[in-house]
């Protein structure tokens, strides 16, 4: 056995079901591993893209993610995706190549220091320098990928180590960390807090994106009765179409759920991180913040928790929902008026025969017609906000987008992923035309692999989102407009399916015949984004 088989074998015994990548000369032995495995290599066309798939995988199983690339650009090339999983808490494993670390016969050609470039990108990133180095750095490579705060972590692995012969594999237990319970004091002084509040909200943020925690806050929120709202990225914790949701926090200020939660008294944020954008500033110590979470809210000085309950969130909402059984004397519907407005708001224009669709109009059909249980993957973009705001997410993990590095190009990896970790549910991604093309490639990826998969391309020629900053911020037009391909035409010389919508009315028939054929399908939805500056730049109305 060499390292490569020794590292590949590890792999398989910590549950990794699929590898991705773009391999190079230097992968060449991990490669043949890979080959006499059960782990099936989903080739890429972009080292990108199988970052973000390797994310996706972590984020809907808590199972760290591989990707892996070559030396240089194939290691450059996997930077965003590595942000992009560390700063949304996605458990993921980048795998680099690199030359002999005992003799370089082509010298220093595409080196680069990969291990540093890679530190303030990963939570841990290591050179496996020796056959020595390999079980105690893969060990703890998944201890913290898959740990406290999840992320990225980075392995490079020479060539001549994956050569070298391998002793024996690690066949040593693998232990699963037990779930440590909250202070109880810390509890306390949470519980009493909410007992002297009048107008208590529930933030819902990222960390709680688990189906422990899923389970737990549905509870809470019944047995309690206190309502909630979601961040972008805690969306689908709890059914959007419970009584007590209020909306998510779409944009930064001015919106109905940002002035609903200026009007609460007491915050209780679970699994909510600053990485995500802060939802609201704290003035004078008003609202009353708690913090629950798995690590405590650090030094932030736009978020400052005045109690922070820290540990398994599970465990603190079920002792909490103890301590406040049958005790609670708050207000009663004083969110009713936002509730209303937020609702009016999600349903205005919905069904607008207007062309090009308006963004309403896009959302309603596409909630229409995806099944409960069905994915939706989010590029990053304009069409975003409009998702975030108004798409009622019925479960969770069924509206994927990041907002954390916020990045384009990851909603057509997403979904990709999203489709082999569920592959029979209807899974579907939104792009923009800007970030669809980041990624576009990947089409091919999708076709290879036969997956039934729809593509719905939000088509406004121009970065829509930075126009709209532009616009918002009294700049003139200059510098965001593009051409775009036949996006049709395009999609049916990857071998997919190609559908253009030429009004209103025939989108979401088009949306429910691609959703149950086979096959990929690409659809090019033209949008009107005039209504961008109305509700997103001058909602400002006080409840």
Known sequence: MKVSDALVTELARQGVKYIFGVPGEENLDLLDSISRSHIPFVLTRHEQAAGFMAATIGRLTGKAGVALSTLGPGATNLATAAAYATLGAMPAIFITGQKSNAFRKQGAFQIVDTVGMFKPLTRFSASIASEKMLTPLLKKAFAVAEGERPGAVHLELPENIAAMDFPKPDKTPILTPLPVPPNTHALVSAAKALLRAKRPVLLIGMRANTPSVARELTLFIQETGIPFVTTQMGKGVVREDHPLYLGTTAVTS???????????????????????????????????????????????????????????????????????????????????????????????????????????RIVADIRSAMPETGIVTLDNGMCKLWFARSYRALGLHTLLLDNALATMGAGLPSAIAAKLVHPKRKVLTVCGDGGFMMSSQELETAVRLKLDLVIVVIRDNGFGMIQWKQEADGFKKFGLSYGNPDFAAYARSFGAKGHRVTQAKEFLPLLTKALGEKGVSLIDVPVDYSENAKVFTKLTKKL
């Open 254 to 360: 001015g919106d109905y759920v940002h002035t609903l939660l200026g009007e609460a008294d007491t915050v209780l944020c679970v699994g909510h991180e600053t990485v995500e954008k802060p939802p609201f500033v704290i003035k004078n110590g008003n609202p009353l913040v708690i913090h629950l979470n798995v690590a405590r809210a650090g030094n932030e000085p736009v978020y400052i928790p005045r109690i922070e309950v820290v540990g398994d969130i599970a465990t603190g909402l079920r002792m909490l929902k103890e301590s406040l059984k049958g005790e609670n004397e708050w207000e009663q519907g004083w969110f009713t008026n936002g509730q209303r407005e937020t609702e009016t708001c999600t349903k205005e224009k919905s069904s607008s025969p207007h062309f090009p669709l308006l963004p309403q």
